[in-house]
T-cell receptor
Framework: GESVGLHLPTLSVQEGDNSIINCAYS??????FIWYKQESGKGPQFIID?????DKRQGQRVTVLLNKTVKHLSLQIAATQPGDSAVYFC?????????????FGKGTLLTVNP | GAVVSQHPSWVICKSGTSVKIECRSL??????MFWYRQFPKQSLMLMAT?????????EQGVEKDKFLINHASLTLSTLTVTSAHPEDSSFYIC??????????FGEGSWLTVV
C-alpha cells in the first residue's frame, strides 16, 4: 500500500541462496499486483505480475505468491545472483478504478554477497 | 519492445526558476501517463495522472499550480516544476501503459535545485 519510509527494509543473502521478499498491501479491492526491481539511479524494471484470481505465478527464477486473505504478496528469487542486488517494490492496482494507477509499497533493499 | 523515455536524465536549476521534464512513449501511443516522485531511500509516490487531451488528475497534497502537467499528444507528457525550491529536488519518474496490458517506466529524471 501507500507508504513512505525513511529506512528501507533490507535483506542480505549469499550468492546462490534463495531470496524471499515480502510485501503487505493495503487495499482489499486491489486485483492486480506487480513486482519491480529498481537499481540505483534508474527507473523501476518490471519483474513479474499476478492477478487476484491466482495465488501463484512463476517466471524465470522468480515466483510471486499472493495471499488475499491476509493481503500479503511475496517474491521468491531462486539462486540469487549479485546482479539481483537492487531495491524491490511491490505495487498494487485496482482495475475498477483508474487503470494502471499503481500504489507502491515501501521497498526492500536486497544485497547479494558473493 | 515498448520503451518510455525521459528527458533530461538530470538537471540542475536555480531556485525560483522553472524546469520541464519530458516523458515520451517511443513506439506506442499512451492515452494515460503517470508521474511519480521518489526521494532517496523512499518509495515512489504518485503525483498525478496525465490524460491526453484533458487536464491532469492530481493526487491529494500535490500542488497543481506548482507541478504543471501537459499531455498534448499520445506520445508525450511534460511535467513542469514551477518556481522550483531546493525541497523539490528529487527523482521524477513517469510511466505509461502499452495496449492496456503492460506498464513501462521511464529511466527517471534527477532534479537538483540549488
Amino acid at each position: 500500500g501507500e507508504s513512505v519510509g525513511l529506512h528501507l527494509p533490507t535483506l542480505s543473502v549469499q550468492e546462490g541462496d534463495n531470496s524471499i521478499i515480502n510485501c503487505a498491501y493495503s487495499n482489499s479491492a486491489s486485483d492486480y499486483f506487480i513486482w519491480y526491481k529498481q537499481e540505483s539511479g534508474k527507473g523501476p524494471q518490471f519483474i513479474i505480475d499476478i492477478r487476484s484470481n491466482m495465488d501463484k505465478r512463476q517466471g524465470q527464477r522468480v515466483t510471486v505468491l499472493l495471499n488475499k486473505t491476509v493481503k500479503h504478496l511475496s517474491l521468491q528469487i531462486a539462486a540469487t545472483q549479485p546482479g539481483d542486488s537492487a531495491v524491490y517494490f511491490c505495487a498494487e492496482n485496482y482495475s475498477g478504478g483508474s487503470n494502471y494507477k499503481l500504489t507502491f509499497g515501501k521497498g526492500t533493499l536486497l544485497t547479494v554477497n558473493p | 519492445g515498448a520503451v518510455v523515455s525521459q528527458h533530461p536524465s538530470w538537471v540542475i536549476c536555480k531556485s525560483g526558476t522553472s524546469v520541464k521534464i519530458e516523458c515520451r512513449s517511443l513506439d506506442f501511443q499512451a492515452t494515460t501517463m503517470f508521474w511519480y516522485r521518489q526521494f532517496p531511500k523512499q518509495s515512489l509516490m504518485l503525483m498525478a495522472t496525465s490524460n491526453e487531451g484533458s487536464k491532469a488528475t492530481y493526487e491529494q497534497g500535490v500542488e497543481k499550480d506548482k507541478f504543471l502537467i501537459n499531455h498534448a499528444s499520445l506520445t508525450l507528457s511534460t511535467l513542469t516544476v514551477t518556481s522550483a525550491h531546493p525541497e523539490d529536488s528529487s527523482f521524477y519518474i513517469c510511466s505509461a501503459s502499452h495496449s492496456g496490458n503492460t506498464i513501462y517506466f521511464g529511466e527517471g529524471s534527477w532534479l537538483t535545485v540549488v
